[in-house]
């Protein structure tokens, strides 16, 4: 059993930039050495997943098939839910079909109750408008093998630009919670209307990144895009609480006239009217790379929990 990560990946509150910094290098040698693939460990991830999902649920079980081990997908629609039984029964029963399991559910912390008492490695796929702190990495990983040298070096600023629905986006909550550990990196909110952080967000960031409090926050007429290394788009939670608001930010070739030349432009994708397809061949554009860092994240992530490094 993994003590680094006392057997579970919840949040990434308390990681610490030590293990950040573990999962990062041993990420890069998924990706960079195929034969690290077909590790022949012997598992069962279980896959549950309360809520749709394309990419972690996916990404999770070709992380899984990349170490040799098998899934079992769990299906809400077909289930006994359907017959009445509680959403906390049926994750007590899955927990018998396997020997880790990725928990996504829509109710903010039902992750974390429920992983209390339960002995078996448990991954946060995503709780709610909580947190999500599997992509929160590959975020992280994206950017590390982007802007190699700060690092390494530690040199430079980094200048990231996170935009759309601040308060109920669990990714950037997530992501803010590791990027603490660079203090390096300066960070700017451009939440859409009504989507604001709650002050203590901004009051941590100020503190973390020795950033002043009245120079976090924009909006789309004040904010210099030029100035960006990283634009971290999110689509508007529509299905959380309520799509009446339209984004009032939407990235295409006109503003990406404004963007550095080597910035990058990330997204954890679903992606709605945020970023306009026309921008999609640029090649600053790298939410579909995200997706692929996910995989080599992902079976980082299972390999640490189960215990084999
Ligand atoms: C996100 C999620 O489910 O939180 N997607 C993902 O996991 N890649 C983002 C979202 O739903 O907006």
């Given amino acids: 059993m993994n003590r680094m990560l006392n057997n579970k990946l919840l949040s990434c509150k308390n990681l610490s930039k030590n293990q950040i910094m573990k999962i990062l290098r041993r990420t890069e040698e998924f990706e960079k ?4 693939n077909n590790q022949g460990y012997n598992f069962t991830l279980i896959n549950a997943f309360f809520e749709p999902s394309t990419r972690t649920m ?39 079909y396997g020997d880790i399991m990725v928990l996504r559910h829509p109710e903010r912390g039902f992750v974390e109750k429920f992983s209390e008492k339960e002995k078996m490695p448990i991954i946060n796929g995503g709780d709610g408008d909580g947190e999500h702190p599997t992509q929160a990495l590959l975020d992280l990983y994206t950017i ?54 709650q002050y203590e967000m901004i009051e941590n960031i100020a503190r973390e990144h020795n950033q002043f409090v ?5 909006d789309k007429n004040n904010c210099d895009y030029s100035k960006y290394d990283v634009i971290y788009m999110t689509r508007l939670q529509k299905e959380r609480h309520g799509g009446t ?17 080597d910035a990058i432009i990330m997204h954890p994708l679903p992606r709605n009217e945020e970023i306009a397809t026309e921008i999609d061949d640029d090649e600053r554009c790298v939410y579909f790379d995200q997706m692929k860092n996910g995989v080599f994240v992902r079976m980082t992530i299972l390999e640490m929990l189960l215990g084999y490094t």
Wanted: charged share 25%; glycine share 4%.
């Fill in 144 to 197: 590390y093998k982007n802007f190699k040298s700060f690092f390494t070096e530690n040199a430079h600023i980094l200048n990231i630009l996170i935009v759309g629905d601040i308060r109920h986006s669990r990714t950037i909550h997530s992501l803010i919670d590791v990027l603490k550990h660079y203090p390096r990196i300066k960070i700017n909110l451009l939440p859409y209307e009504n989507r604001e952080p």
């Fill in 58 to 96: 996916l990404s999770f079980q070709q992380a899984c098939y990349r170490l040799g081990g098998r899934v079992i997908n769990f299906n809400k629609e077909f289930s006994s839910i359907n017959k009445g039984e509680s959403h906390y029964d049926t994750v007590k029963s899955l927990v018998n």
């Fill in 214 to 218: 009245e120079d976090i926050v924009y």
């Fill in 245 to 261: 608001q339209n984004v009032n930010f939407i990235l295409n070739k006109q503003e990406m006239e404004k963007v550095k030349k």
């Fill in 33 to 36: 050495k195929p034969s690290f």
